[in-house]
């Protein structure tokens, strides 16, 4: 009785731990962390430019050169959000 409920949890715990786990190694969940990444530091540097600059370091340079790629790629991006988002509803 009381060992198969712990069994139980213990397996439950570990595959939580494994779904958490898997948005980076999963390739569609992947790209959808990269272009939330991508969209938020190019929103983030257009309200808070003084946060998002090229001489900080850190997280900060890190979001810098998430919002040039946001800024000169914009077009493309745009079409990558959308493309993702109907394969996330869909798929």
């Not at 998430?66 to 745009?78: E, N, Y």
């Amino acid at each position: 009785c009381c060992l198969g409920s712990h069994y139980d949890s213990h397996t439950h715990l570990k595959w939580l731990k494994a779904r958490l786990m898997s948005a980076l190694l999963n390739f569609q969940s992947f790209l959808v962390c990269i272009l939330l990444f991508i969209c938020t530091s190019t929103y983030l540097r257009a309200q808070l430019p003084s946060y998002i600059r090229r001489d900080k370091e850190g997280f900060a340079a890190f979001a810098y050169k998430g919002s040039v790629i946001g800024t000169r790629l914009s077009p493309w991006v745009s079409l990558s959000c959308m493309v993702m988002a109907v394969f996330v509803l869909l798929f």
